[in-house]
């Protein structure tokens, strides 16, 4: 599998920065002058990229409302059937290509999940740089391999699916010769609670299958992208609205401007402090070397007089020896007279 991707001509990998994506869903509430607000908006917050999503009300179910199309209690859409939800939700596909035009004008890439066969051919003919696959869809193999087989990179929500389903699907996408893939840890709760995210996966989806990994975060907690980025993220997608307040079906888990654009500040200060594995001074920490201890005289020493506990001590600063010399330099003598705030040096020691 491969350690770093290039995704519109963005390198993504451990030794890249984190690639934040906003989803705009149905935060445009089906008004396209929103859109382009969207976009620059989220730009201006320091987002990677912008992703949108592809499907219609009849190309993800049928309208009907028996009990089997009528969302339940426990949602924020509770009592909508899922056509009416999807009407409501779907981006238009006449917008696509503006909406990709806008992303280019603004130099941000855009691109989408799409939900159906028909959608994949769609969005390739607009040569999207990627193609998601959402959590709902990871058991959807048929749709995995024929997105899979566009040679794009797939970044793949893992929301509710077991390890068993999630190598299905890597599988899918191995057997058509595609290991450009990326796997979020999502939780599939709209918002989702900080305790239900057990971010500690993301490592283990990482070991499992050797591939990147990220994470599609639906809470509204700052903490949870931070932790996820240092378990191992290298992909983050955050809900995006201008504004809660507007409303539309996505919009309670969505962050607003300004705490978007404090995620990623401080993501890219948290990426400068992870740094890389290292030991040794660092070049801001040289000048205080001179604050570390080693060995002085702390008494004045006649010459032949012999080294002690007392007249030598480990004090700072660092001029003098080692401390760990300490043992070896007792009970030897001195060649001169030595005064007190002497660093010890082994020209002022006798040889045995």
Known sequence: M?????????WIGEAHPVWIVAELSANHRQEFNQIEKLIVAAKEAGADAIKIQTYTADTLTIDCDNDCFR???GTIWAGKTLYQLYREAYTPWEWHRDIFQIGKSHNI??????????????LESFNVPCHKIASFEIVDLPLIRHAALTGKPLIISTGMASLEEIADAVDT?????NDNIVLLRCT???PARASTMNLRSIPVLHQRFGCLVGLSDHSLELEVPLAAV???ARVLEKHFTLSRADGGPDSAFSLEPHEFKQMVSTIRNLEQALGTPSFGP???????????RSLFVVENIAAGAEFTTQNIRSIRPSNGLPPKNLP??????????????TPLDWSLIESA
């Open 173 to 177: 996408c191995l057997a058509v010769g």
């Open 230 to 232: 240092t378990l191992g």
């Open 282 to 292: 660092t070049e801001d920490e040289r000048a205080s070397l001179a604050f570390r």
């Open 2 to 10: 491969k350690s770093e991707l290039s995704i519109a001509d963005r």
């Open 188 to 190: 599939s709760a709209y």
């Open 71 to 73: 969302i339940g209690v």
């Open 328 to 341: 070896e330099i007792v009970g030897k003598r001195a060649k001169c007279d030595i005064s007190r705030g």
């Open 109 to 122: 890439p855009v691109f989408s999940t799409p939900f159906d066969h028909t959608a994949v051919d769609f």
